[in-house]
T-cell receptor, first 114, second 112 residues
């Protein structure tokens, strides 16, 4: 069974631009969560989607948004990029919402904002 | 949110038990303790979780104190491949929402 895949793996953007990251969950998994990881703040929860609905949201500004499609694939978007948005963005999937013991992470997308 | 406190780093000799402590003194009665680890350049990996009782699986054991204010993850026979950052996480539930609140983690180095 294929794992969680994230595209692209690396991305370089400039301040003010917007970016869309993609996550394909493990087949059969319906929940997708997004996290931001930086050296200073560590791993921080962004949001969780289940059955195309945002179920939970972390403490991030409205510039960070996401969505989930009917096939459970998910995208997250960051608008008006800031230097501080440079981070590793991790996606995790699980069979159902909140099943953190069955949550599998992807390799992440490394975003650099110049 | 319940917060966790972990030592920033620890060392362990290969083949010995690694005992990783975590303090979660503000944990609520219905909140679980989860442990994940992150090997360099990979996404985090689930290890184990518990509520009150001690738990054991093929990867590790989790010991939770009776007052639930702290816990210890035990890797019984550490190998070089166990070198990673270990996160102690409390499953937070606020206003009907649930999310994982990660601590800073402990960087465990297993030495040959």
């Amino acid at each position: 069974k294929a794992g969680v895949t994230q595209t692209p793996r690396y991305l370089i953007k400039t301040r003010g631009q917007q970016v869309t990251l993609s996550c394909s969950p493990i087949s059969g998994h319906r929940s997708v969560s997004w996290y931001q990881q930086t050296p200073g703040q560590g791993l921080q929860f962004l949001f969780e989607y289940f059955s195309e609905t945002q179920r939970n949201k972390g403490n991030f500004p409205g510039r960070f948004s996401g969505r989930q499609f009917s096939n459970s694939r998910s995208e997250m978007n960051v608008s008006t990029l800031e230097l501080g948005d440079s981070a590793l963005y991790l996606c995790a999937s699980s069979p159902v919402a909140g099943s953190y013991n069955e949550q599998f992470f992807g390799p992440g997308t490394r975003l650099t904002v110049l | 949110d319940a917060k966790t406190t972990q030592p920033p780093s620890m060392d362990c000799a290969e083949g010995r038990a690694a005992n990783l402590p975590c303090n979660h003194s503000t944990i609520s009665g219905n909140e679980y303790v989860y442990w994940y680890r992150q090997i360099h350049s990979q996404g985090p990996q689930y290890i184990i979780h518990g509520l009150k009782n001690n738990e054991t699986n093929e990867m590790a054991s989790l010991i939770i104190t009776e007052d639930r204010k702290s816990s210890t993850l035990i890797l019984p026979h550490a190998t070089l491949r166990d070198t990673a950052v270990y996160y102690c996480i409390v499953r937070s539930s606020q206003g009907g929402s649930e999310k994982l609140v990660f601590g800073k983690g402990t960087k465990l180095t297993v030495n040959p």
